[in-house]
């Protein structure tokens, strides 16, 4: 019989489970089915000795006595002497076989707590060694490296361990830390030896590895709390290129985009961390993010020094389709209000290239994330799209939304210009009076808006919700500097950063383009000049060095139809991922944190 409480307990789990399975159960049968498997005495007993275990479990076995082996065999010794009864025969053999006399020692050390390995005797010229503590570590060496760093204490010229590289075989042995010292390796003194002459030493040793040590003194001991920080790195980095990696074949190679898992921060100058998804193997050296912030404040910023004139192509509102003979409401050329004369766009630039250089603007280094996993009723994430003017991103756009509108959609815009006859109201726009444009800048419902030709024009929150709302992927154009608007959970934009190719290459593929000006040919079509095209190449390099930290993607688009497929299979293998990894910040703050922290992009690290 089940006591009441292990009743409670069954009764509960059993009525969880069969509510359950409701949803799931078509046929009646089913359902007795499981029923009738559930009520089994079997599985009632099962319950029963789950729970008495469970009881076990809080109480924790003491035991009676810590040598029951010696009680077994001083037992049996007494019974051999007098033994004239049969069953006392059968406890003499019982207490003598093997098997039981293995069960009651492993008891005894179990009871006793014995479970350190007997260790050798100390030799004794370890105990003539004075001063100093010394400690003889014996480490079986397999064919992976210990996942250790040796150097030479510049004040005191004895060799130290520099680093451990966590899940390393040293790591794991736990008998070698940081900053000890080592004193021999098979007793081979290390004394006056460089650490290029220890490498052979180690690498020529066969199986087991004796070092003596003095172990780091106990201050040096206190380290700091093991990390374990989930980062998307935002540069590329190459060892076999990095000339002040300390240890190439200790040093981990990345892309930008992997998602790396810090395991140690203690080293201010080079970080240990592992590839997320390569198991718990050994961790490798990584720049630190002050590091990798030091080396790009170094870097000559070229364009600073070589100034050349900039007439970039400024083309406003003007609809795409008048241009292509193709048109998709919500997609309008060069729907990038706000845009600044070249000279203004180069005075910027210097600005900010200056603050680079005193190091107000972080570079990218990495940034902390989490994992997403999207659920079958989660909105799909905003498709943030930005460039250059004039590098393809309408162009883009405009074949993602041909080549599936069921999957992508586009925001309608705000004007307060006059509907012309062939526009529909809610379709090509939103027309508005401009009391109401107003209204809604004040309330901070624009991502982005801006005035051209005595009109406003401006794309709302809301007409991006609207588009989502329809399970649809909205594809928005926008400045990056606009991003901070849409950089929250709700959004969960994928910043997507369309990049022009190499100026020869970008020459060639946009000889037949055309683009529409405004200036003295205000509305005409016409094609690439040279300059524009370097133009182009330098407003992506000074967004690229400013913006690259919110991009998850970047597209070179050089040929269309390569850059359009490389794009539309990014996006889908985004939308069947089991798992994206999204700035951390999203999720732990507050929807006013949310926005100070992007806008102020703090929360890098
Ligand atoms: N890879 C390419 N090869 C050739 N032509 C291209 C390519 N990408 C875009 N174009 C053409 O270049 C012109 C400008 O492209 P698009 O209008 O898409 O630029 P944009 O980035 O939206 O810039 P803007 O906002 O200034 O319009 C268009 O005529 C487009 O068809």
Known sequence: MLSRTEHRGVCKLLSSVMSGTESH?????????????????????????????????????????????????????????????????ELVVMLSKPHFKSLLSVHDAVAQRDFEPALPAITDEALEEEGDSVKIVSLVKTKDPLGATIKRDKSTGAIVVARIMRGGAADKSGLIHEGDELREVNGVPLEHRKPKEILPLLACSDGEIKFKIVPRSSKEDASPEKTKLLVRALFDYDPGQ????????????????????????????????????????????IPSRQLHERRVALQRPRALFQPRPVK????????????????????????????????????ARCRRWSAEVHGTIRPPTYMEVIPYRRKPKDRHRLVVLVGPGGVGVSELMRRLAISD???????????????????????DY????VHTFEEH?????????????????GTSLDSVRRVMAK???????????KIKHVYTNEFKPYVVFVKPPPFEELRLTRRRAKFVCDG????????????????????????????????????????????????????????????????????????GKEWRSCSHLTGWI
């Open 242 to 285: 990095d000339p002040a990696a300390p240890c190439k074949e200790a040093a981990l190679a990345f892309k930008r985009g992997d998602v790396l898992q810090v395991v140690s921060t203690e080293d201010e100058v080079w970080w240990q961390a592992r590839r997320h998804g390569d198991g718990g193997g050994r961790a490798g050296l």
């Open 25 to 89: 159960t078509d046929r009646e049968e089913d359902y007795k089915f499981l029923h009738s498997m559930l009520m089994e005495k079997k599985v009632h007993l099962l319950f029963k000795i789950h729970e008495r275990l469970k009881r076990f479990e809080k109480r924790g076995p003491v035991p009676v006595l810590e040598r029951a082996a010696c009680l077994a065999s001083d037992l049996a010794d007494e019974l051999i002497e007098d033994s004239w009864k049969d069953k006392a025969k």
């Open 441 to 457: 800048i004040l309330n901070h419902r624009f991502v982005e808006y801006g005035r051209y030709r005595g009109h406003y024009y």
């Open 312 to 347: 970039p192509p400024v083309p406003e509102d003007v609809d795409y389709g008048a241009i292509t003979g193709i048109h998709i409401a919500g997609l309008r050329r060069s729907f990038r209000l706000g845009r600044k004369s070249s000279r203004a766009r180069r005075a």
């Open 520 to 591: 003295e040919d205000a509305g005409q079509a016409r094609t690439f000049s040279e300059e524009d095209l370097r133009s182009m190449i330098d407003l992506a390099e000074s967004m690229e060095s400013q913006y690259s930290r919110v991009f998850d993607r970047v597209i070179v688009n050089g040929d269309i139809a390569a850059a359009f497929r490389d794009l539309k299979a990014d996006l889908e293998r985004i939308q069947e991922a089991a798992v994206q990894w999204v700035p951390a910040e999203w999720v732990s703050s507050s929807p």
């Open 471 to 481: 399970d649809k992927v909205c594809l928005l154009d926008l400045h990056p500097s």
């Open 405 to 427: 509108p069921d999957r992508y959609g586009v925001s309608v815009p705000y004007t307060t210009r006059e509907k012309r006859q062939q526009e529909t109201e809610g379709v």
């Open 430 to 433: 939103h027309f508005v009076p």
